[in-house]
């Protein structure tokens, strides 16, 4: 379902815990926005001016993505209706803001590493953080988890199937990889671009074009790819993963976006009441179009304008919001941030078991969702707590995150 601010270096940890998919909490970009100069190697080193201050850390972006991580364990929970329809609201109302807001952030927080890492260090650190978990998904843990929920869909009253394939819910890794390859060439782009967009259109609006224009290019290849795609070699195993990238790079690059630019990172964070009623006028009309069939090309397109609208316009009535509750690294802000990528991992699994065995045991369809999700969040805490947190192995195959080697004792005693 594109280019970034340099942050100013300090020797400080940026949070007092690194979120678990590797991504460091980052800061809102500097003002005024900064221009990158070109330093040694692929590294970029930033031209700072007297007036920059450094802003305070961006909790609540970390806390925001966590949390549309953990909303889509109870989007999955509502599968107990055997997707016919009982549940079909709570599946509208994530498709219409959960991912888009995600790739959003993860955007930002992608540009805040390509400012902290080299080119290899960045590509290395996230293709472990997001490949690893994604093989021991694909490999370990789907297989059952796909075989325990056809046979829950078998026993539907009415003949369904699920919407399901060898990746199940961690498709997003895989679209995550894609973008982590395309991000540094994004951004090289937009430098390019951006000086002759703002000496023509001014400040604010070559931001504003860039967005239009990237995402009509995003909905005419999602169009081409539906239209064409069955032609390329075994399209429908890995239909989701194209389809959705592409799909959802306008989010993805406005949260590049969104950290090189201060301007755009307020625009994004202010008038929360605004965008909140803007999101939820825009609702209503998207899901009347979700019920009218899709006949011609136009029709297509108008519908991937509003689904951009609304996605757009809930991501920042919650960037917003989050920004005025999340202030602070609060404990129940980092448990969330810390555990959310463990939960959503391993929550699958322990949704469809549940759901098997609930309906086994002649539990009604609102028992079984509930139980399915509460179990799954409650698994997914003592997972990561339990052992992701103390066994490097876990720690690896979950969250891709490597054991920090220790340090001689020498070196501990000088610090």
């Given at each position: 379902?594109?280019?970034?601010a340099?942050?100013?270096?300090?020797?400080?940890?940026?949070?007092?815990?690194?979120?678990?998919?590797?991504?460091?909490?980052?800061?809102?970009?500097?003002?005024?926005?900064?221009?990158?100069?070109?330093?040694?190697?692929?590294?970029t080193?930033?031209?700072?001016?007297?007036?920059q201050?450094?802003?305070?850390?961006?909790?609540?972006?970390?806390?925001l993505?966590?949390?549309?991580?953990?909303?889509?364990?109870?989007?999955?929970?509502s599968?107990?209706?055997?997707?016919?329809?009982?549940?079909?609201?709570?599946?509208?109302?994530s498709?219409?803001?959960?991912m888009?807001?995600f790739?959003?952030?993860s955007?930002?927080?992608?540009?805040?590493?390509?400012?902290?890492?080299?080119d290899?260090?960045?590509?290395?650190?996230?293709?472990?953080?997001?490949?690893?978990?994604?093989?021991?998904?694909?490999?370990?843990?789907?297989?059952?988890?796909?075989?325990?929920?056809?046979?829950?869909?078998?026993?539907?009253?009415?003949?369904?199937?699920?919407?399901?394939?060898w990746?199940?819910?961690?498709?997003?890794?895989?679209?995550?990889?894609?973008?982590?390859?395309?991000a540094?060439?994004?951004?090289?782009?937009?430098?390019?671009?951006?000086?002759?967009?703002?000496?023509?259109?001014?400040?604010?609006?070559?931001?504003?074009?860039?967005?239009?224009?990237?995402?009509?290019?995003?909905?005419?290849?999602?169009?081409?790819?539906?239209?064409?795609?069955?032609?390329?070699?075994?399209?429908?195993s890995?239909?989701e993963?194209?389809?959705s990238?592409?799909?959802?790079?306008?989010?993805?690059?406005?949260?590049?976006?969104?950290?090189?630019?201060?301007?755009?990172?307020?625009?994004a964070h202010?008038?929360?009441?605004?965008?909140?009623?803007?999101?939820?006028?825009?609702?209503?009309?998207?899901?009347?179009?979700?019920?009218?069939?899709?006949?011609?090309?136009?029709?297509?397109?108008?519908?991937?304008?509003?689904?951009?609208?609304?996605?757009?316009?809930?991501?920042?009535?919650?960037?917003?919001?989050?920004?005025?509750?999340?202030?602070?690294?609060q404990?129940?802000?980092t448990?969330?941030?810390?555990?959310?990528?463990?939960?959503?991992?391993?929550?699958?699994?322990?949704?469809?078991?549940?759901?098997?065995?609930?309906?086994?045991?002649?539990?009604?369809?609102?028992?079984?969702?509930a139980?399915?999700?509460?179990?799954?969040?409650?698994?997914?805490?003592?997972?990561?707590?339990?052992l992701?947190?103390?066994?490097?192995?876990?720690?690896?195959?979950?969250?891709?995150?490597?054991?920090?080697?220790?340090?001689?004792?020498?070196?501990?005693?000088?610090?």
């Open positions: 379902m594109t280019t970034r340099l942050q100013p270096s300090s020797s400080a940890p940026i949070s007092p815990r690194s979120p678990a998919s590797g991504e460091r909490l980052s800061r809102p970009p500097l003002e005024p926005a900064l221009t990158a100069t070109p330093g040694e190697g692929s590294q080193a930033p031209a700072r001016t007297l007036e201050k450094p802003a305070g850390r961006v909790h609540h972006l970390d806390f993505r966590a949390s549309m991580m953990i909303l889509g364990v109870f989007v999955h929970a599968h107990a209706d055997y997707d016919l329809g009982d549940y079909q609201g709570i599946r509208f109302f498709g219409s803001f959960r888009a807001c790739f959003l952030i955007g930002y927080f992608s540009a805040a590493m390509l400012a902290r890492y080299s290899g260090q960045y590509l290395r650190r996230r293709l472990l953080s997001l490949g690893v978990p994604a093989l021991f998904a694909v490999l370990v843990l789907n297989p059952p988890a796909l075989a325990a929920m056809q046979h829950y869909f078998a026993s539907s009253p009415v003949p369904s199937e699920p919407i399901a394939n990746h199940l819910h961690v498709w997003f890794l895989f679209v995550l990889m894609l973008y982590s390859l395309a540094r060439p994004l951004l090289r782009v937009w430098e390019v671009l951006s000086g002759s967009l703002t000496r023509w259109f001014g400040a604010g609006y070559a931001e504003a074009l860039g967005m239009v224009l990237i995402t009509g290019a995003a909905s005419i290849a999602l169009k081409a790819l539906e239209k064409w795609g069955t032609a390329l070699p075994s399209f429908d890995y239909s993963i194209l389809c990238g592409v799909e959802d790079l306008p989010y993805f690059a406005f949260g590049l976006l969104m950290h090189r630019s201060a301007r755009v990172f307020r625009f202010a008038r929360p009441w605004l965008w909140g009623a803007l999101a939820l006028g825009l609702l209503g009309p998207r899901y009347w179009l979700e019920l009218q069939p899709i006949t011609t090309t136009p029709q297509h397109l108008m519908h991937l304008a509003l689904d951009y609208a609304t996605a757009f316009a809930c991501s920042f009535a919650l960037l917003s919001a989050a920004e005025r509750w999340v202030r602070s690294a404990r129940w802000v448990l969330t941030a810390a555990s959310a990528y463990t939960i959503y991992i391993v929550h699958y699994l322990v949704i469809s078991l549940t759901l098997l065995y609930t309906q086994r045991w002649g539990l009604g369809q609102p028992e079984r969702a139980a399915s999700a509460l179990l799954a969040l409650a698994v997914g805490y003592g997972v990561h707590f339990g992701v947190e103390r066994l490097p192995i876990v720690a690896l195959l979950l969250n891709g995150r490597l054991a920090k080697p220790a340090r001689p004792a020498a070196q501990r005693a000088v610090a």
